[in-house]
């Protein structure tokens, strides 16, 4: 879906652009001075249907994208029934702590420990094709939680009360095993671009096994 949306505004960027640079292209070539001495062409002003040409399209251009990013971004950030894993995203300078929840069960808690261990960061490990909804809070500054191969970025706000639908997301499109390179989106101090994570996707028996080893009280 964020994919389709993407191509869709690059096709009608693209073919905006084409247009565009025909018309400079035609007025510069065919429109040019040719002798020392000629008159000025006929100046256009106050011409109503011209003025009226480049006040609608460019309104119905503007309408057109909002209508389609409204559309998917409406889809996009429904929370809606239970997911089967739940975690929760706290984001401090500079690093990550991700408490997982999922059967029942909470998990130990993984975080990052600022600066020294930033080229490891925290790992998320979920299992593939599940519904996994997120949490995000902060105490600081506005983080922004990013996985960019998830095509999904959402802001971290301080100060948004647990239970508010805004600060939730939930994503069901999680299905190829791997490890995926998070990072933080918004600049949120000196540490900024050490503030890296990632998520590992792993098979249902993986994350079993993972949840009876890392289950919150259990010895490591
Ligand atoms: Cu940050």
């Known amino acids: 879906m964020v994919q389709s949306l993407w191509n869709g505004a690059w096709i009608a ?11 400079i292209l035609w007025a510069a070539v065919f429109h040019r001075k040719r002798r020392a001495k000629a008159e000025l062409p ?22 057109v994208f909002f ?9 996009l ?43 490891q960061g925290p790992q998320l490990v979920l299992p593939v094709n599940k519904k996994v909804e997120f949490d995000l809070s902060t ?3 506005i983080h922004s939680f990013w996985v960019p191969e998830f095509l999904f970025k959402r802001d971290v706000i301080p100060g948004i009360p647990e239970g508010n639908p805004g600060r939730k997301f939930q994503i069901t499109t999680l299905n190829k095993p ?3 390179a ?11 671009s050490r503030m890296l994570f990632s998520v590992k996707l792993v098979s249902q028996q993986e994350f079993d096994q993972y949840i009876a080893t890392h289950q919150a009280g259990s010895a490591q």
């Open 77 to 119: 950030s429904k929370v809606d029934g239970d997911a089967t894993v739940k975690v929760k995203v706290e984001a401090f300078q500079w690093s990550w702590r991700f408490t997982t929840t999922t059967d029942g069960k909470t998990l130990q808690p993984v975080a990052g420990t600022p600066v020294s261990d930033y080229k």
């Open 182 to 192: 998070g990072r933080c989106a918004e600049l949120c101090g000196v540490d900024h």
């Open 13 to 23: 960027a693209l073919a905006t652009g084409a247009v565009v640079i025909a018309l």
């Open 42 to 63: 006929p100046q256009v002003r106050y011409n109503l249907p011209i003025e009226m040409l480049y006040t609608l399209i460019p309104l119905v251009m503007v309408s």
């Open 178 to 180: 791997g490890t995926y």
């Open 67 to 75: 209508y389609f990013t409204a559309r998917d971004s409406e889809v």
């Open 139 to 141: 105490d600081d500054v």
